[in-house]
């Protein structure tokens, strides 16, 4: 079992629809991370968040850190072809860096 | 800036034969990661480090070795490959703070058969 649990694991939407992606976890991060990796990449940063109850926004995307530090979700608002990816967040506990189980996302144009 | 490479990209393995995977980084970073990704796994961390000469287990360590002997490289061993490790693995370095970037190494496609 892994630490951290996304959800859905796969998700196919239309362009111009809006998606949540959920992270959760029974434990307590210092920061948590969220990362979008495209095939035979590695895993790229999209955004950190370090305090519970914040909210960052990166153009389209809003990410929010829960209140307790143990869950966070992505939120994508008229995705596009181009947001398609795999989304992982990143769990930071000590010296130990955690990741998700991951997110497949699909917009069709 | 090469950032953090992997060598070798490509590898297939007969179970039982041993073999190393190499990570370097040149970003002078203290913190190295090893992980290997399955389908519908994410990434699961396998064993980590925080300085030069030292290493700690992960979430899943078994039937993997490493070790750190210059702080710019990071070497992943299989002592005896099993098909259970056929896998993609993934290097991460970054440096301390708690909100700090990883910087990934573009992977190893390793078969074991």
């Known amino acids: 079992t892994q630490l951290l649990e996304q959800s859905p694991q796969f998700l196919s939407i239309q362009e111009g629809e809006n998606l949540t992606v959920y992270c959760n976890s029974s434990?307590?991060?210092?920061?948590l991370q969220w990362y979008r990796q495209e095939p035979g990449e590695g895993p790229v940063l999209l955004v950190t968040?370090?305090?519970?109850?914040e909210v960052k926004k990166l153009k389209r995307l809003t990410f929010q850190f829960g209140d307790a530090r143990k869950d966070s979700s992505l939120h994508i608002t008229a995705a596009q072809p181009g947001d398609t990816g795999l989304y992982l967040c990143?769990?930071?506990?000590?010296?130990?860096?955690?990741f998700g189980t991951g997110t497949s996302l699909t917009v069709i144009p | 800036n090469a950032g953090v490479t992997q060598t070798p990209k490509f590898r297939v393995l007969k179970t039982g034969q041993s073999m190393t995977l190499l990570c370097a980084q040149d970003?002078?970073?203290?913190?190295m990661y090893w992980y290997r990704q399955d389908p519908g796994m994410g990434l699961r961390l396998i064993h980590y480090?925080?300085?030069?000469?030292?290493?700690a287990k992960g979430e899943v360590p078994d039937g993997y070795n490493v070790s750190r002997l210059k702080k710019q490289n990071f070497l992943l061993g299989l002592e005896s490959a099993a098909p259970s490790q056929t896998s993609v693995y993934f290097c991460?370095?970054?440096?301390?703070?708690?909100?700090?970037?990883?910087?990934f190494g573009q992977g190893t496609r390793l078969t074991v058969v």
């Open positions: 434990s307590v991060f210092s920061s």
């Open positions: 991460a370095s970054r440096v301390y703070p708690r909100g700090a970037e990883a910087f």
């Open positions: 480090s925080v300085g030069e000469g030292t290493t």
């Open positions: 968040v370090v305090t519970g109850g």
């Open positions: 990143a769990g930071i506990t000590g010296n130990q860096f955690y």
């Open positions: 970003m002078n970073h203290e913190y």
